[in-house]
């Protein structure tokens, strides 16, 4: 579409004729100068596909995880000579230089060896994925249970007074009633501070058992209604 704007002089004589083009032309141009890079990954021992695997272009700042069946795919990619990686916990990262044609699709397999001696701390957060340590944003507190010398009774008298920012508050006496878990003060300015809770990569219950009570028409509260399932957990087991 092109748009003609007429300028005149003080005199009324005309100047010059201004034409202004839509920015979709160019919008248009920068996406036909791009193109797509897919794959699949797999174990290099035994030919098992990866889920997972963080497949990216680290000079763009573009890229994709695998899929449960390995598959990968990063659309938009500028046309030329890039350098993909493809990175996994427990895995040797590997690179391949790929050239990219304007509307072509590239086919880019990784198969990565496993390194054993090359794990870390591995954390689960609230986003997608698993972080090394070193690579997580947020400050991380760490209990090495073998510096845990005292007897414990449960999981939460364990995190107690242990980990910076964290705050157990006890609501009763009675056995097995748990306390009430609080990061960094009781409020906060959108969001509640009571944390999500994952184990082993799972994320399980953190807020209080239902109350052990008929549903309407009683105000009673038994003696486990804030059992915390935390305190399910032996901690032997940990």
């Known amino acids: 579409m092109l748009k003609f704007i007429r300028n005149e002089n003080r005199s009324g004589g005309s100047l010059f004729l201004w034409f202004t083009m839509t920015i979709v032309f160019v919008t248009t141009q920068t996406l036909s100068a791009q193109g797509v890079i897919t794959g699949r990954v797999t174990d290099s021992d035994t030919g098992d596909p990866l889920a997972g695997v963080n497949v990216f272009i680290g000079a763009l700042g573009i890229g994709a995880s695998s899929t449960a069946d390995g598959n990968y795919t990063i659309d938009r990619v500028p046309e030329g000579r890039h350098e993909v990686t493809a990175g996994y916990i427990g895995y040797e990262t590997y690179s391949q230089m790929v050239d990219v044609s304007s509307g072509a699709t590239v086919n880019v397999d990784f198969a990565l060896e496993s390194s054993p ?28 249970i073998s510096e845990v010398n005292e007897p414990v009774a449960n999981l939460e008298d364990m995190l107690s007074a242990r980990i910076p920012g964290l705050n157990i508050q006890g609501t009763s006496g009675a056995s097995g009633a748990g306390g009430v878990i609080r990061l960094r003060g009781n409020s906060s300015v959108a969001m509640s501070n009571a944390p999500l809770v994952y184990i082993d990569g799972v994320r399980v219950r953190s807020d209080s058992y239902p109350k052990n009570v008929p549903p309407t028409g009683y105000s009673g509260r038994g003696h486990n209604t804030l059992s915390s399932p935390l305190n399910d957990i032996n901690p032997n087991d940990v």
Do not use: P, W, Y
């Open 117 to 144: 001696l090359m794990l870390d701390e591995v954390f689960v957060t609230g986003t997608a994925g698993q972080a090394r340590r070193r690579e997580v944003g947020n400050s991380v507190g760490t209990i090495n």
